[in-house]
Each structure stands twice: as structure tokens, then as C-alpha cells.
């Protein structure tokens, strides 16, 4: 009989001396109470490098009985969470002049918890970085690694909704498909990157806060999101590591008890052995009970706005191919094939349809930037109205 596809963490604080091994102890704790399912088979994760808990395949009868048994802490359902630029030291007034201590900066040392790394990039060059410090006790695994980057490694042996022939642009390695992870690293400790752009745009020298520190990667991320189970065997191993910053741009929905936080829970940890956590408060701002990461012992970064917009224009003319359209989410490609098209309603399926350009009617994205493999750009609805006024008239 199979297990069970819901995943539980089951937190049993920190560790303890015991009679059995943590692994073992995790085994008994289990076969106690499974029905359908054999102990190894339902076991996900066993956290026991830095604090005692485990992760495994549960009915909802099967968690609540452990939730009573003596030393559990708590009981809860992994939940999948998600992923919440040249100028933004310069915004933040930390300019690129400021006084430095390479030698004292190149012994720290931070954990990023996120979608990978793109370990190539010119932000993640070795050259001039000595060893890594005596205090990192990690390894290099999955990939090759260098001075600047010590350890890539990713969480995907028990990923139950991933596959990755429905995923063709991810594979089961700890390279960044995403973007995200590459980009959240690079802020934090990327080299200067002497004229960087977006295809032209935004022009500057990319760099992060801090770029003689050494990263630690660990992928939790992947298509689909981020699971607890992932993001607490991360943090068991980064504070083994020895890493002294913890980072992580990822969040829920709402705020939690903490004791149903593998965020929480795992930078309480941390905390505990002397390392920061650094999380993000997350993007749903600025309504009210929109903050995620709410622990005290971790810092919460909230998004904000930047003094900086990218702004190009339409330059309209005759022999121009346009169609216009109120809703473009499932355009015909029969249609619009070579055409540049003006519409109010997207969706992926328009990038789909062989169009040349695109040009979206749209208040609410007018300071949101967005990446698109196509010419594309976003007007208000008031250069909208003009554009529709001119393109009636002159056909």
C-alpha cells in the first residue's frame, strides 16, 4: 500500500540528548502510528543537524496522533510558498565610493535560500578571494563551485509536484531557470558589473551590498514554489554550514503562529547558533495584515517603489500592421501572425501567436517592470484612448 501525498512537518524543538540516534528516533516516532505506509517510505526529511524535527508522507489521522505524543512540539502541513538592479544601493544612498574592509567582508558568509544560482555570472567572480574561512564547515555538491560561491546545492529528491517533463525549461539541478535566485544573490553580494543593462535600458554598473562576502546556495524553489519541507532542511544544513547570514525572498499568504512557520521556526534556530535572518515581508502590500515574516528574531524587508522609471515611446505611421483588441488572452494566430497588437486583457497565450509587437493598456502595470520576449510596452489609458483615436482614423 502507498503512503499518503500530503507532506506534515512534524517540530520537535531543539536537539536533545537521547537513547537513539535523531534518525532512528524519527523511524520509531513513525512506524508507531503509520498504517498504509512503511517508516522510510513515508519519511521525507530528518532535520538533525541543527535542530530535531522531521517531514513525512501523513493522513490527517496519522498527524494528529503525533501531534499528541510527548516531545512534539507541533504538528503541520507543508505548505508551497512563493517567490516574492543597477540602482538600488544608489537609491538606498550606499553609493559605490563608500569605505571598505575586503578582508573582513570576504569572512562572511550568506546563505541564500532561493530559486539557484547562475554560478557563470560576472557577479559571482572568484578573482582576488582567498580560502573560505575556517568557520565553514559545508561542502560543494551538484556542481562546481569557486571561492566566491561555496556550495551550491539543491532540495529536490521528495518533490511530490514536480515533473519535469511538464517543465521543459527546469531540470533537477541546482542552476537558477528562474532568474530569481541569481538576482536576490547578486544584490546582496554581487561584484561591480560595469555597464549592465536591460537590453539597452536601465544602464549602471550592477552590484551588491557587500561584494567580498562568499555565498552558500541552497535551491528550495522550483516551478511550482517553494515548499516548508524544503525551506526547513535548508535551514538545518545552512546553520551547520556555519553560514553567518541567512537570506530568503520567500513568503506565504498571511502571517502564522509561529509554531506552523518553517520561516519562524528555522530563523529561531538560527538565531539561536548567532546567525541574522533576512527575509522579505512580502509583496501584497500596502493593505493591512499584509506582512508575512512577522518573527521577531528575523529581520522583514518590505518592497518598496525606486526613483526610477524605464520610459520609451510608441511612434505611430502609415504602413503599420495593427489590430486592435479589447481581450488578447486567447488571440487567433491566424489573425494576428506579423501584427502589433493593442490590447487591455494578456494572458501567456498571446506571446504565443507569432505577433511582432505588443502594446498593453494598463494603469495598474505602469510602475511594475516585466521581462517579455517580444517588443512590448505598457501605456496609461489615456495614451490608450489617443492611440485607438488615431489608429481608427487613419485607416
Same mark, same amino acid.
Given at each position: 500500500?502507498?503512503?499518503?501525498?500530503?507532506?506534515? @512537518?512534524?517540530?520537535?524543538?531543539?536537539?536533545? =540528548?537521547?537513547?537513539?540516534?535523531?534518525? %532512528?528516533?524519527?523511524?520509531?516516532?513513525?512506524?508507531?502510528?503509520?498504517?498504509?505506509?512503511?517508516?522510510?517510505?513515508?519519511?521525507?526529511?530528518?532535520?538533525?543537524?541543527?535542530?530535531?524535527?522531521?517531514?513525512?508522507?501523513?493522513?490527517?489521522?496519522? =498527524?494528529? *496522533?503525533?501531534?499528541?505524543? %510527548?516531545?512534539?512540539?507541533?504538528?503541520?502541513?507543508?505548505?508551497?510558498?512563493?517567490?516574492?538592479?543597477?540602482?538600488?544601493?544608489?537609491?538606498?544612498?550606499?553609493?559605490?565610493?563608500?569605505?571598505?574592509?575586503?578582508?573582513?567582508?570576504?569572512?562572511?558568509?550568506? &546563505?541564500?535560500?532561493? #530559486?539557484?544560482? /547562475?554560478?557563470?555570472?560576472?557577479?559571482?567572480?572568484?578573482?582576488?578571494? $582567498?580560502?573560505?574561512? *575556517?568557520? /565553514?564547515?559545508?561542502?560543494?555538491?551538484?556542481?562546481?563551485?569557486?571561492?566566491?560561491?561555496?556550495?551550491?546545492?539543491?532540495?529536490?529528491?521528495?518533490?511530490?509536484?514536480?515533473?519535469?517533463?511538464?517543465?521543459?525549461?527546469?531540470?533537477?539541478?541546482?542552476?537558477?531557470?528562474? !532568474?530569481? $535566485?541569481?538576482?536576490?544573490?547578486?544584490?546582496?553580494?554581487?561584484?561591480?558589473?560595469?555597464?549592465?543593462?536591460?537590453? !539597452?535600458?536601465? *544602464?549602471?554598473?550592477?552590484?551588491?551590498?557587500?561584494?567580498?562576502?562568499?555565498?552558500?546556495?541552497?535551491?528550495?524553489?522550483?516551478?511550482? $514554489?517553494?515548499?516548508?519541507?524544503?525551506?526547513?532542511?535548508?535551514?538545518?544544513?545552512?546553520? #551547520?554550514?556555519?553560514?553567518? @547570514?541567512?537570506?530568503?525572498?520567500?513568503? !506565504?499568504?498571511? =502571517?502564522?503562529?509561529?509554531?506552523?512557520?518553517?520561516? =519562524?521556526? &528555522?530563523?529561531?534556530?538560527?538565531?539561536?547558533?548567532?546567525?541574522?535572518?533576512?527575509?522579505?515581508? &512580502?509583496?501584497? &502590500?500596502?493593505?493591512? !495584515?499584509?506582512?508575512?515574516?512577522?518573527?521577531? /528574531?528575523?529581520?522583514?524587508?518590505?518592497?518598496?517603489?525606486?526613483?526610477?522609471?524605464?520610459?520609451?515611446?510608441?511612434?505611430?505611421?502609415?504602413?503599420?500592421?495593427?489590430?486592435?483588441?479589447?481581450?488578447?488572452?486567447?488571440?487567433?494566430?491566424?489573425?494576428?501572425?506579423?501584427?502589433?497588437?493593442?490590447?487591455?486583457?494578456?494572458?501567456?497565450?498571446?506571446?504565443?501567436? $507569432?505577433?511582432?509587437?505588443?502594446?498593453?493598456?494598463?494603469?495598474?502595470?505602469?510602475?511594475?517592470?516585466?521581462?517579455?520576449?517580444?517588443?512590448?510596452?505598457?501605456?496609461?489609458?489615456?495614451?490608450?484612448?489617443?492611440?485607438?483615436?488615431?489608429?481608427?482614423?487613419?485607416?
Amino acid at each position: 500500500m502507498s503512503c499518503m501525498p500530503q507532506v506534515y @512537518i512534524v517540530y520537535m524543538g531543539a536537539q536533545h =540528548a537521547s537513547q537513539y540516534p535523531t534518525y %532512528e528516533l524519527h523511524l520509531n516516532l513513525l512506524k508507531e502510528i503509520l498504517v498504509n505506509c512503511s517508516p522510510s517510505e513515508s519519511l521525507v526529511y530528518s532535520y538533525q543537524r541543527s535542530f530535531s524535527g522531521f517531514a513525512a508522507k501523513l493522513s490527517i489521522d496519522e =498527524a494528529d *496522533k503525533l501531534s499528541e505524543r %510527548e516531545g512534539i512540539v507541533s504538528v503541520f502541513h507543508s505548505r508551497t510558498l512563493k517567490l516574492r538592479t543597477t540602482r538600488s544601493w544608489d537609491f538606498l544612498n550606499f553609493p559605490q565610493s563608500v569605505n571598505r574592509n575586503p578582508p573582513l567582508e570576504s569572512d562572511v558568509i550568506v &546563505g541564500m535560500l532561493d #530559486s539557484g544560482i /547562475w554560478p557563470e555570472s560576472k557577479s559571482f567572480n572568484d578573482k582576488g578571494l $582567498g580560502p573560505p574561512p *575556517k568557520k /565553514w564547515k559545508g561542502a560543494c555538491v551538484n556542481m562546481t563551485c569557486n571561492k566566491y560561491v561555496y556550495k551550491i546545492y539543491n532540495y529536490i529528491f521528495h518533490r511530490l509536484d514536480l515533473n519535469f517533463r511538464d517543465y521543459p525549461v527546469e531540470e533537477p539541478s541546482p542552476r537558477d531557470f528562474d !532568474g530569481h $535566485g541569481t538576482h536576490t544573490a547578486s544584490t546582496a553580494t554581487g561584484r561591480s558589473v560595469s555597464h549592465a543593462s536591460l537590453y !539597452g535600458l536601465a *544602464k549602471g554598473t550592477a552590484r551588491g551590498a557587500v561584494p567580498s562576502a562568499r555565498l552558500a546556495v541552497y535551491k528550495v524553489c522550483w516551478a511550482l $514554489g517553494c515548499t516548508d519541507h524544503d525551506i526547513l532542511a535548508a535551514f538545518d544544513d545552512a546553520i #551547520s554550514d556555519g553560514v553567518d @547570514i541567512i537570506s530568503l525572498s520567500i513568503s !506565504g499568504y498571511k =502571517a502564522l503562529d509561529y509554531f506552523q512557520d518553517s520561516i =519562524a521556526i &528555522g530563523s529561531f534556530h538560527a538565531m539561536a547558533n548567532g546567525i541574522l535572518t533576512s527575509a522579505v515581508a &512580502g509583496n501584497d &502590500g500596502p493593505k493591512h !495584515g499584509t506582512v508575512c515574516n512577522v518573527a521577531p /528574531w528575523m529581520v522583514s524587508a518590505a518592497a518598496s517603489s525606486i526613483d526610477r522609471h524605464i520610459i520609451d515611446k510608441v511612434v505611430t505611421g502609415d504602413h503599420v500592421s495593427t489590430l486592435v483588441s479589447e481581450d488578447c488572452s486567447m488571440p487567433d494566430k491566424n489573425v494576428v501572425k506579423g501584427k502589433i497588437l493593442l490590447c487591455k486583457l494578456l494572458s501567456y497565450e498571446t506571446f504565443t501567436k $507569432g505577433i511582432q509587437g505588443l502594446i498593453s493598456i494598463d494603469d495598474s502595470s505602469l510602475n511594475i517592470s516585466f521581462l517579455f520576449p517580444i517588443p512590448f510596452i505598457v501605456i496609461s489609458s489615456l495614451d490608450g484612448l489617443n492611440l485607438l483615436n488615431y489608429i481608427n482614423n487613419t485607416k
